[in-house]
């Protein structure tokens, strides 16, 4: 059973222009969500997150969205670039109730900026 | 600052034959670790972590073991590998309630 899921397995946006990627989770005890960017052969690359508290949190062109009610979050990259072509990963956690953080991770959203 | 480094990049090895990944962290004491396996067109399936030397959990059972025999090492083994054992592994570390860090991987195929 896929505690974290992203519908859309891939995403091609022109550059310039907004690309929007989805996540929901199931698990009501997720109190920390985390987004991930991966290029090929590379690790996961911590991207933005942000805390059961917020409903939106900023770091430059990311800004990630959460609806605790819909256990929905996105995350939004405005402008889009060529360099942000990579696979994104929604990751969620009990991060503030667990003595370790058990990341559970959703399968990834391959992004593709067309020039 | 701190640094995860994790080889080989990449490993061909037989069927039947062992296994042996090492991570190490550098620059923080005292991590948590954690190993994960991507399968091809698959999300990352957390497979050990450990928030101590020696103290090892695995959350799906399998073909392999983990092992921390120093504080910032953390060691990813198979006595027999099988063709299921195919993927990429990653190792990451992280502070509790900090986002983790990830190595670079290794690509391992049995052939």
């Known amino acids: 059973d896929q505690q974290v899921k992203q519908n859309s397995p891939s995403l091609s946006v022109q550059e310039g222009r907004i690309s929007i990627l989805n996540c929901d989770y199931t698990n009501s005890m997720f109190d920390y969500f985390l987004w991930y960017k991966k290029y090929p052969a590379e690790g996961p690359t911590f991207l933005i997150s942000?805390?059961?508290?917020?409903d939106k949190n900023e770091d430059g062109r990311f800004t990630v969205f959460l609806n605790k009610s819909a256990k929905h979050l996105s995350l939004h990259i405005v402008p889009s670039q060529p360099g942000d072509s990579a696979v994104y990963f929604c990751?969620?956690?009990?991060?503030?109730?667990?003595?370790?953080?058990?990341?559970?991770f959703g399968p990834g959203t391959s992004l593709s900026v067309i020039p | 600052s701190q640094t995860i480094h994790q080889w080989p990049a990449t490993l061909v090895q037989p069927v039947g034959s062992p296994l042996s990944l090492e991570c190490t962290v550098e620059g923080t004491s005292n991590p948590n670790l954690y190993w994960y396996r991507q399968a091809a067109g698959r999300g990352l399936q957390l497979l050990f972590y450990?928030?101590?030397?020696?103290?090892i959990s695995s959350e799906v059972p399998q073909n392999l073991s983990a092992s921390r025999p120093q504080d910032r090492q953390f060691i990813l083994s198979s006595k027999k590998l099988l063709l299921s054992d195919s993927g990429f592994y990653l190792c990451a570390w992280s502070r509790q309630g900090q986002p983790q860090h990830f190595g670079d991987g290794t690509r391992l195929s049995i052939l």
């Open positions: 990751a969620a956690s009990g991060g503030l109730k667990t003595s370790y953080d058990k990341v559970i």
């Open positions: 450990s928030v101590g030397i020696g103290q």
């Open positions: 942000i805390s059961s508290i917020k």
